[in-house]
């Protein structure tokens, strides 16, 4: 399979918790890009990686979230001390980068925080 | 701040009519927008994108229409069948801003055969 994945494709935690998510991206794919989607809304945007750079991180995003692609590959989305709102789907998609590029989405990661 | 919103929220119609969901967005900076479709339990896929240098596009049954002044952009499916029903999602973006995707929250489109 080619296209980005997610792992794991579920998740269910304890508030408090820790928990790590990783994408892998399409592999020429530069940028990568993190979304929450909860039940009802679109994709709320988090930030977003240009090979190792995080470029941009939504001010909505708390200290809490931490994100990083180290070797301008896969990427990883930390939540520490997770809390009942942060219960969603994690979505990550991948591009090139050229002037009009198609995002194209993981099957996302549903976490469930009790 | 960045803003898209998003009408309707649900839209039924019968098997070949025609539906239509309207879009608007905040950043008058905003340059390229993208329509994606989200079926149940599935991830969302690209379906068409327009930039701002076109006020039209056509991909069969389906059409985009951008309003710059108005930052308006709609969405036009034609001749709708079963298997169009899903969510469907606008969006806007700046090209060469690394593509920072604002979602509208969704249109759930039914098309009852």
């Not at chain 2, 599935?42 to 701002?52: A, C, G």
Request: include cysteine.
């Amino acid at each position: 399979d080619t296209g980005v994945s997610q792992d794991p494709r579920h998740k269910i935690t304890k508030r408090g918790q820790n928990v790590t998510f990783r994408c892998d991206p399409i592999s020429e794919h530069n940028r990568l890009y993190w979304y929450r989607q909860t039940l009802g809304q679109g994709p709320e945007f988090l930030t977003y990686f240009q090979n190792e750079a995080q470029l941009e991180k939504s001010r909505l995003l708390s200290d809490r979230f931490s994100a990083e692609r180290p070797k301008g590959s896969f990427s990883t989305l930390e939540i520490q001390r997770t809390e009942q709102g942060d219960s969603a789907m994690y979505l990550c998609a991948s591009s090139l980068t050229l002037e009009t590029s198609e995002q194209f989405f993981g099957p996302g990661t549903r976490l469930t925080v009790l | 701040g960045e803003n898209v919103e998003q009408h309707p929220s649900t839209l039924s119609v019968q098997e070949g009519d025609s539906a239509v969901i309207k879009c608007t967005y905040s950043d008058s900076a905003s340059n390229y927008f993208p329509w994606y479709k989200q079926e149940l339990g599935k991830r969302p896929q690209l379906i068409i994108d327009i930039r701002s240098n076109v006020g039209e596009k056509k991909d069969q049954r389906i059409a985009v229409t951008l309003n710059k002044t108005a930052k308006h952009f709609s969405l036009h499916i034609t001749e709708t069948q079963p298997e169009d029903s899903a969510v469907y999602f606008c969006a806007a973006s700046i090209m060469g801003g690394g593509f920072k995707t604002i979602f509208g929250a969704g249109t759930r489109l039914f098309v009852k055969a």
